[in-house]
């Protein structure tokens, strides 16, 4: 039994030997052969993940760009028709209260007009009236004071008369 | 219930195939252990018999000059009369039946005299006895072995693990060139089993020890990684033989580490070896052996805790086998056939445990060389202040070292 389990720690310089070499030489193969390509295989895929997985944020925060974009010019165009249906709105009251402003100025003017035209006639009616009552008045007179006065002296009398007399 | 029933139906057939498989081994003595994880010369098949490999020796003639002698097997070797084997003396079993002092042997053929049981026993592996098969093998007359470079059963595994390990890695190379798992995803179990463990491997031991230099190492690493893991499931395989339980091969492969780790070492790394920075003048010398010492004690304990390991589980699992054969004998057959459901619980959950252990073990081996790798590439950048206190843990070791 002792000397068996001595076995277990005996050296065995042949079998360090062989390990040795066919060891190294798996491990010179395994890195030609097999870590070469496959940690490659790997790091190229993981970079490649990477870069799609870069490009896809990428994409993405261009879409939500996009889509924040279209939001806000719908938001503007959205105000921009409301200001203009207003606009057109306020314009249109605008243009009726004018029109109906001008209309009414022009019915004033119209209203002013005529009456300033009768008035114009009333006055002209008037002064005619009296110069025609003055001539009546001054014919009478003449007719009556015929011989004791003169013309002129008579049309003064009557002249002062018509003065004291109430302007309408 | 069905569970608990099928269990036990599972450990009655255990029983019923270990049983027979062990009753061979214990007719031929005690069902030993240790002898059972040692190297040998021959593949054990039994009770199916015992396959001899090569034997291959780099001998020195009287004369001085040197000549190499191969051999197809153990039983070649001796019948030929090349060579004769000193047979151990263990116990009172065997009387010296073929060897005394001087080395020298009868002729395995001369034995055959000696009873009918010796006769057997004697041409039943090839034509020589298992002491025989078992023995040292050395060239009479007076030439001697220089080296024995025969193929022993640890060195067989060895190459088995060597061989899947290659054949696992280059089909899997050969897919990724392929283009699978390079520009797709990785397909099926195969590459998705393997590329998980290469990546464990990369990312988890490789690169928080080694960083940026971790390409450099990497196919070390993972060939060791592999080799180890590989080797230790063999040991698991019925009929297996665990070429990690051998010092020699766990040697060989912390010497791999050890190169590595000098060959890569900076300025720095022995400048804190030879010339500790950032400690008092006095305690250089003092802690300079230490450090010296240091180098070595690394990748012997790489090289005894793998070895170790794998060999303390199949110690257990034997000896938890033989507790069967040493209750059959002490108490009858009775107490072994009782005995034996037991033992073979025990046994397989100790195999389980050796399952995990295997990983582990791999695991821990490829960590710690990335570690001692990594410790002695790593470029300090410090000044003085740092190296303060960066030493202060050396020079409290350094202290506890002098008082």
Redesign the interface.
Known sequence: ?I???A???S??????????I???A??L???R??????????T??ES?IAASMEQAEKALAEAKQLQADNTKARRESEAQAQAILRGAREEAERLRGEEVDKTRDQIKHLQESAQAEIEREKQSALDSLRQEVADLAVKAAEKILHENLDADRQKKLVNDFLSDLPKN | MIQRASTFLLLAVLTAVVLPANVQAAEDGEL?A??H???AYYLDFEPFGKVQLPR?FVIQHEDGSYGLELFGSTASAILNGHFVAEI?E?GDETDSETHDAEGAVLEATEEHAEGDEHVQAAGKYGGISLEQLEGHLVPPGGAHVV??????R??FF??IG?LV??VI??R??GM??RGV???TAPKGLFQNLF?TL??FV?DDIARPNLGDKT?KY???L??AFF?ILTCNLLGLVPFGATATS????T???A??TFILTQMGGTKDYWMHIFWPPGIPMFVKPILMPVEVLGILTKPIALAIRLFANM?AGHLVILSLIGLIFSFANIFGPGAGYGVAPVSIAFALFIYMLELLVSFIQAYVFTMLSALFIGMAIEEHHHDHDEAHGDHAADTNAASVLVS
Request: aromatic share 12%.
């Open positions: 039994m000397l068996f389990a076995s277990l720690l050296p065995d310089a042949g079998l360090i030997v062989w390990i040795g066919t060891f190294l798996l491990l193969l395994l890195r052969f097999a870590w070469g390509p496959i940690t490659t295989a790997l190229e895929r490649t | 030993d240790l002898h994880s040692a190297n291959i151990e263990h080296i024995d470079m025969s193929i022993s640890h060195l060895a190459w060597m390990v290659f890695m280059t899997l190379a990724y060139k798992g390079r520009d590329e290469i990546m990369r390409d990497l196919p070390y993972l060939t080799f051998n010092l020699m091969v040697v060989v492969l010497s791999f060999t």
